[in-house]
Nanobody
């Protein structure tokens, strides 16, 4: 099970930190991805972190603004979002996939487990 939290309303230029807490599986064996979706649009990837070495990958739209990290002891992945823009407004989801053999794992279809989403709203 994955539980995403930390969303809210923030002004453009502000920051938020999202958390994705895992339970019920061996967290350190799973890569985690953050995705986001605006109603009526396709779910898109944001950032990803591998389980084996903590390697990360970011989509161009968030590169240099967002940072993904994981704490295996707490079974939690974080997404630090800085310099937020109105176009970052979306429901953010975290997803997990067991020990991927390829990297980066950017397609939503590659992930088997999903959290419920947390809403991020950035006002202009």
């Amino acid at each position: 099970q994955l539980q995403a939290s930390g969303g809210g309303l923030v002004q453009a230029g502000g920051s938020l930190r999202l958390s994705c807490a895992a339970s019920g599986f061996t967290f350190e064996n799973y890569a985690i991805g953050w995705f986001r979706q605006v109603p009526g649009k396709v779910r898109e990837g944001v950032a990803y972190i591998r389980n084996s070495d903590g390697r990360t990958y970011y989509e161009d739209s968030v590169k240099a603004r967002f940072t993904i990290s994981r704490d295996n002891a707490k079974k939690t992945v974080y997404l630090q979002m800085n310099s937020l823009k109105p176009e970052d407004t979306a429901v953010y989801y975290c997803a997990a996939q067991y020990g991927p053999s390829s990297w980066p794992l950017i397609r939503p279809q590659s992930y088997n487990y999903w959290g419920q989403g947390t809403l991020v709203t950035v006002s202009s």
